[in-house]
């Protein structure tokens, strides 16, 4: 585990003043990764909770060229902007960098997404993961885990939640060969922003995916946010990993396997699972994914 602390910056590139929520884990990874970009960055953005609370008409929080369009195109903004910054010959000092929810990402954009990997676009592609479309009232996307409450997939009688698992978004990166995948946390800042400084660094496209817990939609208390994303890394849940092309070339290790219980109950989308028998048979489904992950990547420190 990185031991290390966050010195932060006296300014940021991402001003205060936005809507978004106290201890929105999504906010602080926005900031980790405009203050690590620098100035000299362009960022599309997709519709979401990273759009809506940072950009109110008339008034932004962004102290960089920022453009949204669409809720699916943030990827095509890119690859636009770097085909301009071509013809202008500035397209290698300047980052570009396209963000998207897991909605955004994993469903809505990925189609565009794959042609601009496929394409080769040197441009840092960035989701936050918060596991739902939150913006619009947390619904079910194809990043929500197993047996989530959204309000798409509500728990009862004949139901735990959500019946389907995570899609495996790195794979499907993985699948399109890129030079960089990275997966990160706001629990877990310095790795988050070493990766950034490591992604911007190389050419071609990359992908970022980063843990960002949601205060309402995942039902914690605020200050639990960098808790809960250390929980999900410590016990498995959420895998932080690198590669290099293609290769695992970095890993969040874990010196003592936490039980995925502990972060199951600080978030009221899984208190179902707390009530009886049929609830803690799901918690042993959930914890299975947890420790394949772990075996999978070698996260215990022997
Ligand atoms: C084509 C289209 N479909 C649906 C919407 C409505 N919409 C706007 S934001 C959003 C949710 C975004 O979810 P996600 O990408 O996960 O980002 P989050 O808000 O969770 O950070 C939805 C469904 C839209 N703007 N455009
Ligand atoms: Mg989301």
């Not at 109110?56 to 990827?75: D, R």
């Amino acid at each position: 585990m990185p031991t290390k602390k966050y010195k932060a910056p006296l300014s940021h590139l991402l001003n205060p003043g936005h809507s978004a929520c106290a201890g929105c884990g999504m906010i602080i990874a926005a900031r980790l990764l405009l203050d690590t970009a620098g100035p000299n960055t362009i960022v599309t953005n997709a519709t979401g909770c990273s759009e809506v609370t940072t950009t109110q008409y008339p008034m932004t929080s962004f102290k960089v060229p920022w453009i949204h369009s669409l809720f699916e195109n943030p990827a095509c903004l890119a690859s636009g902007i770097l085909a301009a910054l071509k013809v202008k010959g500035l397209a290698d000092k300047t980052n570009i960098i396209a963000i998207g929810g897991d909605g955004a990402t994993f469903d809505i954009g990925l189609a565009h997404i794959s042609g601009m990997w496929e394409r080769g676009d040197n441009v840092l592609y960035v989701c936050y993961d918060n596991e739902a479309y939150q913006n619009t009232g947390y619904q079910y996307s194809s990043a929500t885990p197993l047996d989530a409450n959204t309000s798409t997939t509500p728990p009862g009688k004949y139901s735990e939640g959500n019946d389907q698992k995570k899609k495996d978004m790195v794979g499907i990166a993985l699948a399109h060969g890129l030079p960089y995948i990275a997966t990160a946390t706001t629990g877990y800042p310095l790795d988050l922003i070493a990766k950034v400084k490591k992604a911007l660094a190389i050419k071609g496209p990359k992908y970022l995916q980063i843990y960002t817990p949601c205060v309402p939609g995942w039902g914690i208390e605020p200050k639990d946010t960098i808790t809960v994303a250390q929980l999900a890394v410590q016990s498995g849940f959420y895998p932080i990993v690198e590669y290099l092309n293609g290769g695992l070339s970095g890993k969040t290790k874990t010196t003592k396997k936490v039980p995925v219980e502990n972060f199951l109950k600080l978030q009221k989308r899984f208190k179902h699972l707390f009530k009886d028998e049929r609830g803690k048979a799901e918690i042993a489904k959930i914890q299975k994914i947890a420790d394949k992950n772990i075996e999978k990547f070698g996260l215990l420190n022997s």
